[in-house]
């Protein structure tokens, strides 16, 4: 099983932007879709990003569509979220998620097998 460490998160103003990181070890990286979940304050966990193993595939939720972008490159075994024009609802702890399947991980937290330890992301207005 992969384990997760997150990096990259802060403070900004809004319409900032923020890259976070999440660095894989101890599996096979490359056979997993990843994913980025958020949880705010007094709010249940979120999708917000996910990536099939290849890269071919990518899942936004309609929240953070058209600001925010995921990659990964295996042979760093890193996945990233690029986040543009952020909005103070951005505000919340992000964490990084493995999973066997994309479609598991767009259905919500339950099915996720791995989770780093989460970054957080506060964005002022």
């Known amino acids: 099983q992969v384990q997760l460490t997150e990096s990259g998160g802060g403070s900004v103003q809004a319409g900032g932007s923020l890259r976070l990181s999440c660095a894989g070890s101890?599996?096979?990286?490359?056979?997993?879709?990843m994913g980025w979940f958020r949880q705010g304050p007094g709010k249940e966990r979120e999708f917000v990003a996910g990536?099939?193993?290849?890269?071919?595939?990518?899942d936004y939720a309609d929240s953070v569509k058209g600001r925010f972008t995921i990659s990964r490159d295996n042979a760093k075994n890193t996945v990233y979220l690029q986040m543009n024009t952020l909005k103070p609802e951005d505000t919340a702890v992000y964490l990084c998620?493995?999973?066997?399947?994309?479609?598991?991980?767009?259905?919500?937290?339950?099915?996720?097998?791995?989770w780093g330890q989460g970054t957080q992301v506060t964005v002022s207005s």
């Open positions: 990536i099939s193993w290849s890269g071919g595939g990518i």
């Open positions: 101890g599996g096979t990286f490359r056979s997993y879709a």
């Open positions: 998620a493995a999973d066997r399947f994309l479609s598991r991980m767009r259905g919500g937290p339950g099915g996720v097998q791995s």
